[in-house]
């Protein structure tokens, strides 16, 4: 009877430990990721240069070894930036890191684009940017690469509340209703 319950205990704690190891693993592989800032740095006639941080946090228990990512950032179809590195860096547990990256808005390819993005700001859209790419990670000695398919992630639920401009925009449209009309701002 002993070693029945020796073996029962022993079975019980390895499945205990095969459980939380798994747990843990799949806490890892699910981040949870935000875009912190986007900015405007510099413009001209042909370009606008721009850069975007994006936060990817470290869910699980364990440090996580981020060995190289390259990403496409794109708004409507278009790309407008791209990150890219090789050299690594650890991710604490239970943190969180943030992509800094760096981009050329090409004003000329970009304007089928920018009529959609300002009605989406004054109709107060969510902002999405979607990703493409890929981050490969080490986690507890084993190698994985998390892969980014047209990966939507919302930038900002309204803009212009964000940037403090609702009020000014509300009172625009209220003095100035048939350009609003026209520029569809709802």
Not at 37 to 55: A, G, P, Q, T
């Amino acid at each position: 009877m002993k070693k029945i319950l020796l073996f029962g205990g022993i079975g019980l704690a390895g499945f205990g430990l095969y459980r939380y190891f798994k747990y843990q693993v799949d806490l890892a592989l699910n981040y949870d990721y935000k875009i912190k800032k986007f900015n405007i740095d510099s413009y001209d006639n042909d370009n606008i240069n721009v850069s975007l941080e994006l936060e990817i946090t470290n869910n699980s228990s364990f440090e996580i070894l981020v060995k190289e990512y390259d990403l496409k950032l794109l708004f409507k179809g278009k790309n407008f930036a791209n990150t890219k590195t090789k050299v690594p860096f650890a991710v604490l547990p239970n943190n969180a890191f943030r992509l800094k990256t760096t981009g050329v808005i090409n004003v000329k390819d970009s304007k089928i684009a920018i009529l959609p993005f300002i009605q989406d700001v004054f109709a107060k859209k969510p902002i999405n940017i979607e990703v493409i790419g890929f981050v490969k990670v080490k986690f507890l000695g084993i190698n994985y690469t998390i892969n980014f398919n047209n990966e939507t992630f919302q930038y900002s639920a309204d803009l212009l509340k964000d940037v403090g401009l609702s009020k000014k925009v509300n009172k625009f449209k209220e003095n100035n209703q048939a350009i609003a009309k026209f520029l569809a701002i709802k």
